[in-house]
């Protein structure tokens, strides 16, 4: 899937401002940002929901232009954050919903809800309402009616974000096992929550105020991330001002002032660039243990 500078304008206020991106086939991007920073634009804007006056951009999916194709006939699937599920039919009936419109053949339809519901967990669950399954069931529902349709690319609208903690981390885990059986589908995962980014992403989209702060794995973000925005945000990040960082540089063995004059180290310090150095408590592969960990029981159960 690919991005080319797309610009969204609503009357006076740009909410995404020339952003250009290419997602690979089989990739799970996670999208992650502070409210406003216009990751649900992005995702709207794929899905084919935007309608605004200042929209500019291409969009490509699997070799097809789809800037200006109506939702409907885009072959996307969409887990929406409130699931999205009719209340007055079955989890059946939820699912074969996308194929009805679609007018498959009810041979077709019986065989593939069934295989969607089996791919979830649900097998057995076709019969029953809504209102009697549990949170985590009605979101892998919600995922079969997304599946089904067999989508080039699935979207994730905060999948989490109504779960509670242990429950977020057992679905993580799902979506991580999801990836893994369907490697050739691609996957964006819009999102606010740190932990699943650590969790699920190949790559991780850091957005602010309608432009990519960075784009790259989890690892490169927290490692090596291009300014303090970025730094701060995947943790917490001691960062020293630039004369600091640089007077500490001159410890090391291409500034130490013992090989040099000191008027040309003076010289150096007046020309250092203006730079911070950052220092964190952890590492990445840290906070990703953590959150993986997130619903783990620890202690012992006593009869």
Known sequence: MQIDHLTVCFGSRTVLDDLSLTIERGELLTVLGRSGCGKMTLLRFIAGFIEADG???????????????????RNLGLLFQSYALFPHLSVFDNVAFGLRARRTPSKDIARRVADA????????????????????????????????????????????????????????????????????????????????????????????????????????????????????????????????????????ARYNERAVSHAAAVKRRAMAPAISRGVRTRTARDLSARASRAAEFHGRACA
């Open 55 to 73: 929209l500019s951009g291409t969009l490509t999916v699997a070799g097809h232009d789809l800037t200006h194709v109506p939702p409907h006939k």
């Open 117 to 252: 519901l089996k791919f979830v967990q649900l097998g057995d669950s076709g019969h029953m309402m809504p209102a009697q399954l549990s949170g985590g069931m009605r979101q892998r529902v919600a995922l079969a009616s997304a599946l089904v349709i067999e989508p080039d690319v699935l979207l994730l609208d905060e999948p989490l974000s109504a779960l509670d903690a242990n429950l977020r981390a057992s679905v993580r885990s799902e979506l991580n096992a999801l990836h893994e059986r369907l490697p050739n589908l691609t996957i964006v995962c819009v999102t606010h929550d740190q932990d699943d980014a650590l969790v699920l992403s190949d790559r991780t989209l850091l957005m602010r105020e309608g432009r990519i702060a960075q784009l790259g794995t989890l690892q490169q973000l927290y490692d090596t991330p291009t300014d303090g925005f970025v730094a701060r945000y995947l943790g917490a990040a001691n960062l020293l001002p630039p004369q600091v960082a640089f007077t500490f540089s001159m410890t090391d």
